[in-house]
């Protein structure tokens, strides 16, 4: 019996060894922000998107049942701020530089720029990141959390905007930082 216990306790010593990590998820970066005033925070269920003239097709309501919720965290420079900009930029950027990360598309120089990144199959994507940056303004991570979003078919979602069928007033204060960084097609880091 004694030996039993012993058993299970090196087990569970070692799965708790083997589950901790050093490294930070995105996850917990951006509940670890929500209660810094520094940053600006928005969680948006997809449903709250939905403008009331909306006129979907059956196709892109579809896209957008994937999508099952919205993260936005902003980190709009200021004058006090600009000292840490530069640390949490870096901690951000080190997060998605974990292998779980994939990239899908960077654009941008070296003032201004945003990266698209997933986790996720390509064809069944689980999580979408966008992470835009202006050196002028500060940066924001945009966490999209689905199931099985697919790129192709994200693209064409992006077209309601356009047409007013998706209300993306939600994340007013929010735009002004990544205005213009989707305006040159250099390759950032």
């Known amino acids: 019996m004694a030996l039993i216990k012993y058993a299970i306790g090196l087990g569970i010593a070692a799965l708790t060894l083997f589950s901790c990590s050093d490294s930070k998820s995105l996850q917990q970066y951006l509940v670890d922000k929500q209660d810094d005033d520094k940053f600006l925070k928005v969680d948006l269920a997809t449903s709250l998107l939905q403008s009331e003239d909306s006129n979907f097709t059956q196709e892109e309501q579809e896209i957008l049942n994937t999508v099952k919720k919205i993260n936005v965290v902003a ?70 959390l689905g199931e099985k979003m697919r790129p192709d078919k994200m693209i064409k979602l992006m077209q309601s905007i356009d047409r007013g069928d998706i209300d993306v007033s939600q994340l007013s204060g929010i735009g002004s930082i990544i205005e213009g960084s989707f305006d040159t097609e250099e390759t950032i880091d």
């Open 75 to 144: 980190y709009p420079l200021k004058g006090e701020n600009k000292v840490n900009y530069q640390a949490e930029k870096d901690k951000v950027k080190s997060i998605l530089a974990e292998e779980k990360y994939k990239t899908l598309l960077k654009m941008g120089s070296n003032n201004r720029g945003a990266t698209l990144k997933y986790t996720g199959e390509e064809d069944a994507i689980d999580e979408l990141i966008v992470f835009a940056s202006d050196e002028e303004r500060g940066f924001a991570v945009f966490r999209l």
